[in-house]
Nanobody, 128 residues
Framework: VQLQASGGGLVQPGGSLTLSCVAS????????IGWFREAPALGREGVSC????????FYADSVKGRFAISRDNVKNTVSLQMNSLKPEDTATYYC??????????????????????WGKGTLVTVSS
């Protein structure tokens, strides 16, 4: 499994940005792809994830209503549309995948407990 994330950059507060993750190497659809972010002193947060099987999506409360995750199974791409960006959204964003049985989600976001694969991160900076 290979993952490649892109789309990061510098954006002003209140602006929008779309991240894309191209995934390859899957032979079944019993997995989830998620977007995680890391910032200094904040650790890793699973902001959103989506099931390749049925499209069920989950969001951390910190981004709910502002971010939207979507998938294109033909293009093997998962996108994260980020709106109303705030300075606290500044982080390196990673896309990762895990089997559905190893995924949980709650108000704190998505968690991949085992079997994950990760792509390189893309930096998002929200600043005026």
């Amino acid at each position: 499994v290979q993952l490649q994330a892109s789309g990061g950059g510098l954006v002003q507060p209140g602006g929008s940005l779309t991240l894309s993750c191209v995934a390859s190497g899957f032979t079944k659809d019993d997995y989830a792809i998620g977007w995680f972010r890391e910032a200094p002193a904040l650790g890793r947060e699973g902001v959103s994830c989506i099931s390749a099987k049925d499209g069920s999506a989950f969001y951390a409360d910190s981004v709910k209503g502002r971010f939207a995750i979507s998938r294109d199974n033909v293009k093997n791409t998962v996108s994260l549309q980020m709106n109303s960006l705030k300075p606290e959204d500044t982080a390196t964003y990673y896309c990762g995948t895990a089997p559905l049985y190893a995924v949980t989600a709650d108000a704190g976001g998505c968690k991949f407990h085992a079997g994950g694969s990760w792509g390189k991160g893309t930096l998002v900076t929200v600043s005026s």
